[in-house]
């Protein structure tokens, strides 16, 4: 069984002007250890596919359909509170722009442990040393400093 | 952070000073104005106004007459009312300012927190009844004059229903010093407290929901979503923390101008002598005659319809006897 399986994900949005089809019947596979890149122009297609598949699209006009299987469970079916554990726990996604995508009000440390702790059961304390361990091995010249 | 506070301070120095010196140009440099009898007040004889150039330093240079404003205010702290029948103005600023700051701050501390759930739950359930419910009541609020809503509340508290179990307990109109008893400074200010803030609840209510829905669409708010956190926490500790600049913002300007005197008509209405007060009693000063009908709406338009203004209406006024309605006697 692979990993992660899309089946025929399409996604599209109700505008004034008719429905647009973001996505069309995508279909793909990906076995433990494998890395994908999608490939395409802007506009394509390819964030919204991936936020398709980590159920993130919240705008009431938009309609996904299709299948994302991870470990064979479909993640279209599960409970919004069992979809929070696999967000960040199990598919995370990197978001491009750090200056946007990280809330302004803290620091990049914080926002580490903040996910950590997330998911796992860990205190202030061990969550900052994972978070310093974590920059560290990103060579980031002084984890600490980010805390 | 002490380095913030530090430069904060120096340059609220000279924000202050600028201020000073601005409204102190206003008053003694404005063409056309003679300052002293401006101070001296309506109809004030030459002993007066000759005391009033000799006190002031007017015949002197500019810079010695603000230095000697200053002077009054800060040193000697006497400077003197010519109008108000010499009354001490540092003292009376000085006794209103507790007045003012209980009033402005509890309102504050209410509006904050009531306008702080109010958004949130307009913003969590944003597009439902729940969302167009708390707007409306928001909007009420906002619609509500502050002297009306206080005249109604006193109507109740005090009167209509004073003697009910549900406002026994209110005291009567005015201050009680929260150090002469806590309970009792509670009590007289609950009331004007929640009078006050009605007006801002609604509209910081407003103001947060709308920055908390723009809040959704941010890329930072997706990625706190995309971690996994719960709703709650996206909610309070992404969208709602940097939501707040603006409310902060607002915040800061609407509480200073409250303190200012701008809680004026909560002051009149629920008869707190706070620094609003004498601004309305300043502004009400110049009407020469006072009568037990004074400040009577009735009384006023009694005798505005007996105004020589108006030959039409029959005079029950004697022949010749001077008006004393607003219009005439100003």
Redesign the interface.
Known sequence: MPLLEVRDLSVSFRTENGVVRAVDGLSLSIDEGDVVGIVGESGSGKTVSMMAV?R?I?DPNAVVEGQVLLRGRDLMQVSQNEM??????EI??I?Q?PM??????YTVGW?IA??LR??EKLTRRKARARTVELLSALAVRDGRKWR | MLRFFARRLVSMVFVLFSISVLSFLIFFATPGVDPAARIAGRNADQATLRAVRKDFGLDRPMPVQYALMMKKLFITRDLTSFVNRGAKVIPQVVEAAPVTLSLVLGAAVIWVVFSIGMGLLAAVFRGTPVDAAVMIVGLIGISMPVFWLGEVVNLLTQSRFHDTFLFSWVPPLGYTPFTQSPFGWFKSLIFPWLTLSVLYIGIYARVLRSALVDA?E?????????????ER?VML??AL??SLIGFVSLFGLDFGALVGGGALLTEVVFGLHGVGKLTFELAAEPRPARDSRDGDVRGVLHRARECRRRPRVRSARPEGAPCRCLRCAT
């Open positions: 980590m993130l919240r929070r554990d696999v967000r960040g726990g995370a996604m978001f722009d946007t995508a990280l809330t302004p009000v926002q903040e996910q997330a998911h | 959704q941010e890329d930072y708010v997706r990625t706190a979503r995309a971690k996994g956190l719960t926490r500790r992404h923390r940097t």
